[in-house]
């Protein structure tokens, strides 16, 4: 057995921890290089692209993985179906470990959007002072707007982004619930941008926003983070289970 994790996710990070500990398996974590100090795992680390997925596929077959964990962000589009084709192409198992979805409670304020132009078209509309909570891919999205100054949260920011009026905060999660709270209080926040992530480390945000009566754009997951693949995980780690005496991961 000879694991791929494609990695840069905390689930990723945990499994790599524990197999690391159980012994006896090898793997390789495998992350894509944008973040400029990564949080590394234990055991062998490949850092990034691999060429798209004629180019994992080759990597599957020339490094003789027999099986593939998809454990990437669930936004993560484009890496996620290279997982799913280069999986087919090299004939072996593929495992999705997915973070459940945040769900609205009756006390939430969100307002859906499908992508990145819709929340903008939104943002517009609302106007006012906005927590910008998404990737440098989408900013962009949101460089005509011209009635709202943006508070934007990333963990390696450029020098320069494409708006109007915003200010720029680095920072990496995990967030506690006060901290989220003195931020969004402190610069006097009308609005959270946020995209539906799932997991513990980015939640607080969503709940002070909640506690202070604070409207979210939440923009939901793409339809590949719930592709049939997804469903499977749990019996294709039946796999690993099996060879492990014991459950690795709880995905």
């Known amino acids: 057995m000879r694991i791929l994790i494609l990695g840069g996710t905390q689930e990723a990070f945990q499994l790599a921890e524990q197999l690391a500990e159980l012994g006896g398996i090898d793997f390789?974590?495998?992350l894509a290089g944008r973040t400029r100090e990564p949080r590394l795992?234990?055991?062998?680390?490949?850092?990034?692209?691999?060429?798209?997925?004629?180019?994992?596929?080759?990597?599957?077959?020339?490094?003789?993985?027999?099986?593939?964990?998809?454990a990437t962000h669930p936004f993560a589009e484009q890496i996620s179906a290279n997982a799913i084709a280069a999986a087919e192409a090299a004939g072996i198992p593929l495992m999705r470990l997915l973070r459940p979805a945040w769900i609205a409670r009756h006390d939430?304020?969100?307002?859906?959007?499908?992508?990145?132009?819709?929340?903008?078209?939104?943002c517009r509309q609302e106007g006012g002072r906005i927590f910008l909570t998404l990737g440098s891919g989408e900013i962009a999205a949101f460089s005509n707007i011209r009635n709202a100054h943006f508070l934007v949260r990333m963990v390696d920011a450029p020098e320069q982004l494409p708006l109007s009026d915003y200010r720029t905060i680095i920072a990496r999660g995990p967030f506690l619930l006060h901290e989220e709270l003195t931020l969004l209080r402190e610069h006097h926040v009308s609005l959270v941008v946020a995209k539906n992530s799932g997991g513990d480390a980015t939640y607080a945000k969503i709940e002070a926003a909640?506690?202070?009566?604070?409207?979210?754009?939440?923009?939901?997951?793409?339809?590949i983070a719930l592709d049939p693949q997804s469903a499977a995980a749990r019996r294709n780690?039946?796999?690993?289970?099996?060879?492990?005496?014991?459950?690795?991961?709880?995905p």
């Open 28 to 30: 390789i974590s495998s």
């Open 41 to 70: 795992p234990k055991g062998a680390v490949r850092t990034g692209g691999f060429g798209g997925a004629d180019g994992l596929a080759r990597y599957l077959r020339d490094e003789r993985i027999t099986h593939l964990v998809n």
């Open 108 to 122: 939430d304020r969100w307002m859906m959007a499908r992508d990145a132009k819709e929340a903008a078209g939104l």
């Open 210 to 223: 909640r506690r202070m009566g604070l409207a979210v754009i939440m923009i939901d997951r793409p339809a």
């Open 237 to 250: 780690l039946a796999l690993v289970r099996q060879r492990l005496g014991r459950d690795p991961v709880r």
